[in-house]
Each structure stands twice: as C-alpha cells, then as structure tokens.
C-alpha cells in the first residue's frame, strides 16, 4: 500500500518557488546586429505605416516587434530575415555596415 502525504495548502507546500520566465539572450546576434536590427524595424514601421501592418507583414505579434525595437528583447537571426524580406533586401544587407550613397551597396566600389 502506498501512502501520499498531501500538504494542508493543497498542493506545492509552503515556500515553493514561484516559476519565472528567463529570457535567455541570442548570442547569434552580435550587439552591433541587433541595434542594426532595432534601428532597421523602426525604419520599417516608418515605411509601412504602423507596428501592427508591419508585424502583420512579418508574420509577428505586435507585442514582439515593439519589444525587439525598443530594446526590451534581442532578437534573433530569423527576425532579422523576416525583416529583410519586409524591407526588400537580404540580411547582410540589412545588418551590414553603413555604405556611402556613392558607392555600389553589394561590391563597395565607388562607380
């Protein structure tokens, strides 16, 4: 025969920790990438109009584009591709460096 000791509270006992939710940083994203990326999805709200259109576009809660651009959450390799193909471009080139307007975006050279 078993026997089960259940707790006069009825259930977890007294003390027992509450669950937290850890948020746990893309490390595949260096710091530079995701303020890139930050600054690319405020850009791209600007361009299609309000946060909702382009989360609709992205195929993302408005709650998780927001929190990405105003730095609450990192964000992570395949927001950056789904902002890529919203904005027209490839990722490299939406987290690459800064080119000048002179020069050809893809090869650098000054034409």
Known sequence: MQLYLIPPDGGQGEGAPARRRRSIPCLSLTPQQRKRLR??????RAAYGSWA????VMG???TSVEAI???RDAGSPAT???AAKAAGLTV?????????????????RSG
Do not use: K
Not at 53 to 56: G, H, V
Not at 92 to 108: F, I, N, S, W
């Open 39 to 44: 600054a690319a999805l405020r850009n791209l």
């Open 53 to 56: 259109c382009l989360a609709d």
């Open 80 to 82: 950056a591709q789904r």
């Open 92 to 108: 490299e080139q939406l987290l690459g460096g800064l080119v000048a307007a002179d020069r050809c975006p893809t090869c650098g």
């Open 60 to 62: 993302m809660s408005v």
């Open 69 to 71: 651009a105003n730095g």
